[in-house]
């Protein structure tokens, strides 16, 4: 068996259900053959490690701990779904801070023992916070820190296909921009059924004004519904496109969804926030363009990027982060 | 994105564990374009297809049923993870009379549904027994079913690597035949470690006759420490093995583990059973030869071989498989 490289891969919270699928799906991709698990759950973490032993996946070197430092020491690559989930009685202000801490965390861990590391994808939520606290706090360049956003506009792609009864990948261009929660930017103008403009489709017998509004509902709330058919939150999706990602700084080839990635551009009029944009990976990491939508999709990805300021205020009253302009003292390339 | 065939894959079982990461492996792999999802449970079989749809792999024609008809018509591979999971404090003779059923109808489906099928694999404990059921009911030849075995040699590769401090790779001719439960015979006649044969190593500092007896034993209840560790049975090991199994048969390209297949050789001694033997897999389905081993060996292998005649004689007991001499009524190839 090849691998694409043998460079480090880290996973986070690789006991868990996403963590153990990347390191697997790593490895079936036989995208490097030197993956580190990292979980603090020792127990857990041993299992999930047996399992991909009895893969006996040919020269790869799979090793797990729950020491940071032995882990991240010399990673180049690391993707981190080591959040806590919500738990009952918990408000969303309590697992925001929670993970915003386990991400501030994630970032000093980066700079004390990976500086050099080449990309870093963060998939636990809020991904839009956790990722910008990760970036901030680790000292890299902004180009190598992304977040996990495609979910929201495959979820779209699936709908839409769903009720035009077409194959899935006759339908192209979906596109989901800012946060990654409810208040995201759900664009139209970008997509196609079966070569045809959405934008021509919706307000038609095939597609009514209120059948499209049913959609973006769906895609909104496509990770809850995964929560009420299956009983858990997704994990095989997550762990498939944060590995596509990673993938696509390694081999170059391109990943063909938006990411979650740093954004501060005067021009733009977005500034100091992490959200989905029109993106393109390649070895040096994750790069964004605007994205070109109608005056009603810009204005609602602009209340998708102030809804994502409002969480990023809050993280830095809770003393998570610096006051934004301080950030450059903790992150000069910010 | 390509696949290597657009031939027709049916999961059984894809809501669960190991179904759903079988259906997503199968497609990072790009084994085929073509999966069909079969579980009684609509709901979580519902879950876990929107979770893959979600994924959006490339080209990729997934379809979910519980309908074994809809399902098997005109496939060509099928992996059956469909049994009732072992919980803790089970053995595997314990599922036999649920599972035995259960591949009886799995059997019949395919006689009457994908009676051209080119490979069945079963996966489904006790394996061994829910294999034979399944190959005798569907009319297939002998060759186009096989059950998963080759965790139980992987197991016996990883302990061999951790007692020594060495890389899994570095441990070859791990074989362990006969049975999948803890009667299977560990061979360590055909085992090396790093180049040097494992005979020459028991009995020597490095690995004492007592370290040796902890690895055999390690590896026979390998299964039931996965549930120890995770709280839960094996799922992504069991999922790799099936497919590269079944990817062996469409690409050519072989399979390095010992399966479980049909084994009926006057010759050999062994009747009318289904165990693991050396074996290899091409395009038409599993072929076995005999172990060579030493003389204890052997003799653990016949001891494994009669085990299994006395659970096959179980299910002929119970009504689930007629008795020997008229198997060949019910499928002429045996």
């Not at 868990?16 to 490097?32: F, K």
């Not at 063909?256 to 954004?263: D, F, I, K, L, S």
């Not at 363009?289 to 204005?299: K, R, V």
Request: charged residues 20%; contains cysteine.
């Amino acid at each position: 068996m090849s691998y694409l490289t043998d460079e480090k891969l880290v996973i986070l919270g690789s006991a868990g259900a996403i963590g153990s699928n990347m390191v697997q799906t790593a490895l079936t991709l036989g995208m490097t053959s030197d993956v580190t698990m990292l979980d603090p759950y020792d127990k857990g973490n041993e299992g999930a490690a047996e399992e991909i032993y009895h893969c006996s996946f040919p020269g790869a070197n799979v090793t797990w701990t729950s020491d940071p430092e032995e882990a991240l020491t010399g990673a180049s690559f690391i993707i981190s779904s080591g959040g806590a989930p919500r738990k009952e009685g918990m408000t969303r202000e309590d697992l925001l801070k929670g993970n915003a801490e386990i991400a501030a965390q994630l970032g000093k861990d980066i700079r004390s023992y990976c500086p050099d590391a080449r990309f870093v994808v963060v998939i636990f939520n809020p991904a839009d916070v956790t990722g910008l606290v990760t970036l901030v706090h680790s000292g890299l360049q902004p180009s190598k820190v992304a977040t996990l956003a495609a979910l929201d506009s495959t979820r779209l792609q699936t709908r839409l296909a769903q009720h035009f009864g077409v194959p899935q990948s006759n339908v192209t261009g979906c596109r989901t921009y800012g946060g990654h929660g409810e208040m995201m930017a759900v664009f139209a103008s970008t997509a196609s059924v079966g070569g045809q403009k959405l934008t021509d489709l919706i307000g038609t017998e095939q597609l009514t004004e209120e059948d499209w509004e049913a959609i973006k509902t769906h895609t909104r709330q496509g990770g809850k519904r995964i929560i009420q058919l299956r009983g858990r939150s997704s994990f095989q999706s997550p762990s498939h496109h944060a590995l596509l990602m990673t993938k696509a700084v390694i081999d170059g080839r391109g990943y063909p969804w938006p990411c979650g990635c740093y954004v501060d551009s005067e021009e733009a009029g977005f500034r100091q926030i992490l959200m989905a944009m029109e993106t393109h990976i390649d070895a040096d990491g994750v790069h964004w363009t605007l994205p070109s939508g109608t005056e009603a999709e810009m204005a609602d990805l602009r209340a998708s990027y102030e809804h994502l300021t409002r969480m990023r205020d809050e993280v830095i009253e809770m003393g998570i982060v610096p006051p934004l302009d301080e950030w450059s003292s903790v992150n000069p390339t910010l």
